[in-house]
């Protein structure tokens, strides 16, 4: 067995697990907190994070960890060694509205890049995973619904803007315009279940918007890899320096389409 399949055995266990405690939290009474980002964190949260951290430790006890929950850690760590990063729960505004969109995500990455990862969905107990040399496991039989388009006016389009670049001018900009053009837009903040509906064509390309490329979630890191390992070589992707506010934006247009990737671009009028 090898050791990405060993370590996608671990997520699997880890993201059973977590998965398990956060819907056990659904519809529950639980405290919550803001983060020095304005983000909110729950018990649902940091309990998750902690079920995450011993599965994986009990496992790899030598492999440093680093969570949404915990991001100051990451300068301490030597990126070009192996090492996991955890969102104990993407969407955590969904889960606390009621909305079941919201998951975990975990991956094993190094040098920028995500080798073994793995999604879960606990409510509807759907499970993926995806990793280097392994064939993608999804936990239940999928139908791709992957549309040939390339008109914005038949386009379900997911922004993911991040917390640094939300309130910026040019996201109201992008937001609005793909609002107004787009056949649905889609504005979910849960970036690792927006990029797994890319993958299985619920949604048609994903528009990002952050402050550099290291400013990238974990959750979103996670979700992406998921997408290029599967379609790397049939997917359209570009990304465009913007200026903001006195600052320089990094979009990112993602589509299974040329022709729609193209057709975004134009109307956001970045060429």
């Known amino acids: 067995m090898s050791d990405n399949e060993l370590a996608r055995q671990c997520i699997e266990r880890a993201l059973t697990q977590a998965g398990e405690l956060v819907a056990s939290r659904y519809h529950s009474t639980i405290s919550v907190e803001r983060k020095l980002d304005g983000t909110y964190v729950s018990n649902a949260d940091l309990d998750s994070n902690a079920v995450i951290r011993k599965v994986l430790h009990s496992a790899y006890p030598e492999t440093a960890m680093v969570s949404e929950e915990d991001l100051e850690a990451e300068s301490a760590l030597d990126l070009s060694k192996k090492h996991w990063i955890i969102d104990p ?11 079941t969109h919201f998951g975990v995500a975990i991956g094993l ?6 080798l073994v990862g793995g999604i ?68 979910n903040w849960a970036p690792s279940l927006d990029w797994y509906s890319l993958f299985i064509g619920r949604i048609d390309a994903i528009v990002s918007i952050r402050e ?29 320096s913007i200026p ?28």
């Not at 990455?109 to 995500?114: A, H, L, N, T, Y």
């Not at 890899?225 to 992707?237: E, P, S």
């Not at 506010?245 to 060429?271: A, P």
């Open 109 to 114: 990455r190094q040098s920028g890049r995500i």
């Open 212 to 240: 550099s490329t290291a400013d990238h979630g974990y959750d979103a890191q996670i979700g992406e890899g998921l997408f290029f390992k599967n379609f790397r070589d049939n997917a359209f992707d570009k990304t465009i």
């Open 120 to 187: 879960y969905k606990p409510i509807s107990e759907t499970m993926i995973t995806f990793g280097d040399g392994l064939s993608t496991r999804h936990s239940r039989e999928i139908s791709s619904q992957f549309r040939e388009i390339s008109h914005l006016s038949e386009a379900r389009i997911a922004c993911i803007p991040t917390r640094k670049t939300f309130s910026s001018k040019c996201v109201q900009l992008v937001r609005t315009k793909l609002y107004l053009k787009s056949y649905r837009m889609i504005d």
């Open 89 to 99: 729960l993407d969407g955590t505004e969904n889960f606390l509205s009621g909305n």
């Open 244 to 271: 903001s506010n006195g600052k320089t934006l990094v979009l990112q247009i993602t589509s299974r389409t040329n022709g729609l990737m193209s057709r975004i671009q134009e109307e956001l009028g970045y060429d």
